[in-house]
C-alpha cells in the first residue's frame, strides 16, 4: 500500500519558495528518509503532510484515502516535528495520557513505552524538569503510543549528545523491525544512511533525486589497487574491458570499474598475467560524496 | 454528544494539574461569597434603602451578580486567555494537530469548555446567592425568590461574553502577556475612550452605550434602588442598555469574537 503520496506540493514564503513542485511516494515498510541541509524544506514538507502548514499548491493523500485527509488519517500515525512539545507541567505519564486520548487509543501499556525508551525511572518527573535527551526520548515514546503503523520523525537526533544519538538510532531500528513505516527527515548522510532503506535528497525545496539507499550507494566502485610494479600494472589494467578508468596515486592505482564489476575481477586479471597484488581494497562510492555532489551541482 | 464529552475530557486532563486554572478557580469559588459579605460593612443611609437589602431576595441576585460581574472580568477572562495561549507557548496546539485532533475540535474542546467553566461559575452565582437570600430575608415568598431569576441566564451570558473576548485575543496573539494586557486594556480603557470619544461624538450618547464589553457589564449591572431608579427617571441621560439591549449587544459580539477566534484557528499556519 503506499502510505503517502506527495503530488506538485508547493509552500512561498515571501519570495522564498520553501517547497517547490515536490513529488514523494512512500510505500508500506520502507524506512524513507529525506535528507537536505538546514532550510531545504524538510520540515515545511512534514508540517504540511501533518495538517499545521497550508500549501500554496499541490495535494497529499494518506493510506491511499483510507482514512480521509486529515484527523483521521493523522491518528493513524506517530509523529515527532522539531521539538518535543508537551505540557511542561504534567509528567510523563500524564502527557502520555493526553496522546492516547487524542489517539483514542485504549489499554496503551505506558510502562512499556517509558521503558523502550529508557525513562521509565523519571515517569513522574515533571517534563519541565527534563534534559533535552529526555524530552526528545519521550517524544520517540509518544509517537508509539496507540501503536501506529506510521512513525515520522524529523532530526530525531537533534541535539543529542553521542550516546542518545546512538540511543535513539537504536530505538528507531528497533521499531523498524516491527515492519512499521518509517518517514524520517535529517540533514546527516551517517544517520540516513544507516537508518533508511529509501532516500530522497531535497535541496531549496526541489528534490533532486530519490531512490533506494543502496542503489544510490553502489552506482560507482572504486577500487584501489597496488603492485611492486605500477607501470606493468596499470599496462594490464588499461587493457580490460570491465574498466572505466584508471588513476595512478603515489603508490596505488585508483581503478573505477563498470556496473556489475567488483575487485574480483580485477584480481582474477592480476593472477592471469602473473602480477602479485599487494593491496587490493573495494570502495564503493558513499552516499556524502554522491550528496555533496548533488547539491554543489544544483 | 459523544464528542462534546470526548472533547471536554481532552481538556480535563490538561488543566486538572495546571495550576494558575486551580488558582483562578479556587479564587473565583473563595472570593465571590467573601467580597459580597464584606459589602456587609458599608453603612448605607437609611434613605437608599439600607445596605440589608441587598441581601434579601429579590435584590440578591442583582447584588451578587453585579459583584460576580467584577471577578468574572478578572478571573474568566483570565481563564479563556491561558486555556489557548499555554497551547501555543507550549506548541501543544501543533502537537494536538500533530497527534490527530482536527482543528475544528480543538477549537470546540476549547468552546465546550468555556462553556462549562461559565456554567459551572453560574451555578455556585445560584447556589451563593440562594444562600445569602435565605439568611437574610425575613418572610421569604417563592414569588419574591424568583423575581430576578432571569439575572441566571444573563450572568451565564455574562461569562461566556468575557470570555468570548478572551479567547478571540489569545488566538489573535498567541502570547499570553500580549493578549492578556489587552484583554483588561480593553475592557478598562480602549472600549470606553472609543464609545465616548468616538461614538458618542459620532452618533450620540445613547449609541456610546452599544460597547459589547459594556453591554456584558450592563447584564448585570449595579442595582439601583427603586427609590433611586424612580429619581433619575424622566431625566434624558441613560447608564445602562435596557436587558434587552444589553443582551442583543453582547450576543451579537459574543458569536462574532467567537467566529474570529475559530476562523483564524482555521486557516492560519501553526
Known amino acids: 500500500m503506499k502510505i503517502l503520496e506527495i503530488n506538485n506540493l508547493t509552500k512561498r514564503y515571501g519570495r522564498i519558495t520553501a517547497v517547490n513542485n515536490l513529488n514523494l511516494e512512500v510505500e508500506q515498510g520502507q524506512i524513507y528518509g529525506i535528507l537536505g541541509p538546514n532550510g531545504s524544506g524538510k520540515t515545511t514538507t512534514l508540517g504540511i503532510v501533518l495538517g499545521i502548514i497550508f500549501p500554496d499548491n499541490g495535494t497529499f493523500r494518506w493510506f491511499e484515502g483510507q482514512y480521509g485527509t486529515g484527523a483521521g488519517a493523522l491518528r493513524q500515525i506517530g509523529a515527532l516535528l522539531e521539538t518535543p512539545n508537551f505540557y511542561p507541567y504534567m509528567n510523563a505519564i500524564q502527557n502520555l495520557e493526553v496522546v492516547a486520548h487524542i489517539k483514542r487509543a485504549s489499554n496503551v501499556d505506558f510502562d512499556a513505552i517509558l521503558k523502550l525508551v529508557n525513562l521509565a525511572h523519571r515517569k513522574d518527573a515533571l517534563f519541565k524538569t527534563y534534559s533535552l535527551g529526555m524530552k526528545q526520548r519521550l517524544a520517540i515514546g509518544a509517537t508509539m503510543v496507540g501503536d501506529p503503523s506510521v512513525l515520522i520523525f524529523d532530526e530525531p537526533t537533534n541535539g543529542l549528545d553521542p550516546t542518545g544519538i546512538a540511543e535513539v538510532r537504536a530505538t528507531i531500528l528497533k521499531i523498524a523491525e516491527q515492519g512499521k513505516t518509517i518517514f524520517m527527515a535529517s540533514h546527516m548522510l551517517d544517520e540516513v544512511e544507516k537508518v533508511c532503506s529509501h532516500v530522497a535528497i531535497i535541496k531549496n525545496g526541489v528534490l533532486l533525486t530519490s531512490g533506494e539507499v543502496g542503489s544510490l550507494l553502489n552506482k560507482e566502485v572504486t577500487i584501489e589497487v597496488g603492485a611492486q610494479n605500477l607501470d606493468i600494472l596499470r599496462g594490464v589494467l588499461s587493457e580490460a574491458s570491465f574498466l572505466k578508468d584508471i588513476v595512478l596515486k603515489p603508490n596505488i592505482l585508483i581503478a573505477h570499474v563498470k556496473e556489475g564489476f567488483s575487485s574480483y575481477d580485477v584480481n582474477q586479471l592480476a593472477i592471469e598475467k602473473g602480477i602479485v597484488l599487494t593491496h587490493l581494497n573495494e570502495r564503493k562510492q558513499r552516499l556524502e560524496e554522491e550528496f555533496l555532489q548533488i547539491t554543489s551541482k544544483n | ?270
Do not use: H
Open chain 2, 1 to 270: 454528544m459523544t464528542n462534546i464529552f470526548y472533547l471536554l475530557k481532552l481538556e480535563w486532563l490538561k488543566v486538572k494539574s495546571y495550576m494558575p486554572f486551580l488558582v483562578l478557580s479556587g479564587m473565583y469559588l473563595v472570593l465571590l461569597p467573601l467580597f459580597m459579605s464584606m459589602g456587609k460593612s458599608f453603612n448605607l443611609p437609611k434613605e437608599l434603602g439600607g445596605i440589608d437589602a441587598y441581601y434579601m431576595f429579590p435584590t440578591i441576585w442583582q447584588s451578587l451578580a453585579y459583584v460576580g460581574n467584577w471577578l468574572s472580568y478578572f478571573i474568566m477572562g483570565f481563564i479563556a486567555v491561558l486555556t489557548v495561549t499555554n497551547e501555543f507557548s507550549n506548541r501543544t496546539l501543533r502537537q494536538n494537530i500533530i497527534s490527530g485532533v482536527s482543528r475544528s475540535d480543538f477549537y470546540l474542546s476549547k468552546l465546550y469548555f468555556l462553556m462549562a467553566v461559565a456554567f459551572v461559575g453560574t451555578f455556585y452565582y445560584a447556589l451563593v446567592a440562594m444562600l445569602f437570600g435565605f439568611f437574610n430575608t425575613e418572610t421569604i415568598y417563592a414569588s419574591k425568590m424568583t423575581e430576578n431569576i432571569d439575572y441566571i441566564p444573563r450572568y451565564f451570558l455574562m461569562c461566556l461574553s468575557f470570555m468570548s473576548l478572551g479567547l478571540m485575543l489569545g488566538v489573535l496573539f498567541r502570547r499570553t502577556g500580549i493578549a492578556l494586557f489587552l484583554y483588561f486594556a480593553y475592557i478598562m480603557f480602549i472600549e470606553r475612550i472609543i464609545r465616548f470619544l468616538i461614538i458618542g461624538k459620532l452618533f450620540g450618547s445613547t449609541a456610546a452605550l452599544f460597547g459589547p464589553m459594556s453591554a456584558t457589564n450592563d447584564l448585570t449591572p449595579f442595582p439601583i434602588p427603586k427609590m433611586i431608579k424612580g429619581m433619575t427617571e424622566g431625566s434624558e441621560m441613560r447608564i445602562f442598555l435596557t436587558p434587552t439591549e444589553s443582551i442583543l449587544t453582547a450576543s451579537i459580539s459574543m458569536v462574532l469574537f467567537f467566529y474570529v477566534a475559530y476562523f483564524l484557528l482555521k486557516t492560519r499556519d501553526l
